[in-house]
């Protein structure tokens, strides 16, 4: 995995569990509210796991927010970068 797409996985794991700590769930409550495995959750917000579009739109209601309310603070890494790899 090339340094960049390793930045933004990582990125976007620590905003995801950071919303996800924010809202006082647990990795668990998440998934089911979101529909997806705790251990894919997991693996997103440790960046070893990459994601779709639909996986961030799932995550994203499953919090209560728009896809660009949790994509806010990845603007520093290009918004362009991070669709590119979720394609």
Known sequence: MDKSKSQILTTLGRL??????KLGISQ???GFRSNLDRT??????RGVRNSSLT???SLADGMGI???E???NLEYVGVNS???HLI
């Open 16 to 21: 995801i569990k950071q919303r996800r700590m």
């Open 28 to 30: 668990e409550e998440l």
């Open 40 to 45: 894919y959750i997991s693996g997103l917000e």
């Open 55 to 57: 996986v961030l739109v």
């Open 66 to 68: 728009s896809v660009s």
């Open 70 to 72: 949790l994509l806010d």
């Open 82 to 84: 991070i669709l590119s």
